[in-house]
């Protein structure tokens, strides 16, 4: 096959399916597992689509997450501008020396004393909504305020703030964003992180800018590390747990016999299994995890040379079926913790544990509070986020 | 079902948390970084099952379950 007639990455979906990866994803996955394509700029990455060789090849030290390293199969034209999302794009030393900096307040004790204040979040959201008009928009009343204001409380950015950041990380994660938007809003979202780290220096508060800010302080980070990890947070902290809150809210409502089980069950565990297995079942980070070689690696009979990319496309991996059972059907009781939506090896999620106590609250608090919630348009009419580099849907008009 | 001998490798965790939510009653974490640390590296029989898993969650492979050698087998 020559390099004009590889398939393109990323592939799309089936208009009736919105659930599911797209079909081309899977017939790779049953025909050549590891095999080449194309990307954006007509470079060629190996699209890796089984479930074990993704957690190989994420977990192996050969492989580099270095978006400045020549092969690594970028997923659009590099913003202008330039400056570092924290560090999600470097490898080790580096990335565990900046990522240490912040897993303090994502440890699971931490996080299980933020579960009140994020119970009160949703039902305070909740109880908004049902005071106030129907149908409404499920992702503006709800989904998008739940994880912002949990995660500029953890940060200690003032809410008010939230139409600033909410539509500047819109622009950034859009495939269809021009490099200069892009870098006009990564600019606009660092520059303001990079003032409000300013004034938690000259007067800290019991807030995660703060503790950046005092490292900053005694030298362990640039100010510059500083605001980078800043904007990673704020960005990683709302607008994947929105879509996840939004999009499960969809795919329950379309299978109302798991939402009965989730809704009825009586039981927290059942809540708990929901959420791992729409964490795997909906994959929301739909561009693959983007990776190079850095040496030679043998691997599922094929050689990967030193220099060549790799997409990792979890979302067909989590369907995998030597890893999950029937793979392509949501079942709220099955033990889906092994899923790799949040990514394996060194870089998987450092807010999967906040990500996971958000989706507990609101999967085991929405459907229960508003038993009677439902679509108020159709499945059809329902926007799609296919151009997003997180899946999800731009609104979803309810009614009860 | 036998039982374990668990050790944990610090320097190469990434605080996931997922060990700890698998089998809090043998993982915890450091509070200043969130770093693995071991409540027992010998758990009772019947954590086993949940210590394997969590080694199998981990993301930087930081858990190393060896078997003990169980009870030999009744003639």
Redo the contacts between chains.
Sequence with gaps: MTETELPEYPMTRAARCPFDPPPALRERQRDEPLGKVRTWDGHTAWLVTRYADQRALLADPRVSADVTRPGYPLTGPLRTGGGTIGFILMDDPEHARLRRMVTAPFAIRRVRALRPAIQQIVDDLIDGMLAGPRPVDLVEAFALPVPSLVICRLLGVPYTDHEFFQSNSRILIRRTATPDERGAAFQAIYDYLDDLMATKIASPQDDLLSELGARVSAGELTRREAAGTGVLLLIAGHETTANMIALGTLALLEHPDQLALLRDGGDPSTVDSAVEELLRYLNITHNGRRRVALEDIEIGGCTIRAGEGLILANDIANRDPDAFADPDALDVRRDARRHVAFGFGVHQCLGQPLARTELQVVYGTLYRRIPGLRLATTLDRIPFKHDGAVYGVYELPVTW | MSAVHVTVDQS?C?????C???A?DVFD?R?????VTLLTGTPPESLSADVR?AA??C???AITVDESPGPPPSA
């Design positions: 190469s990434i605080s996931s948390g997922q700890v939510l698998t809090g974490q509070e200043e970084d969130g770093v898993h199998l969650l993301p930087a492979r």
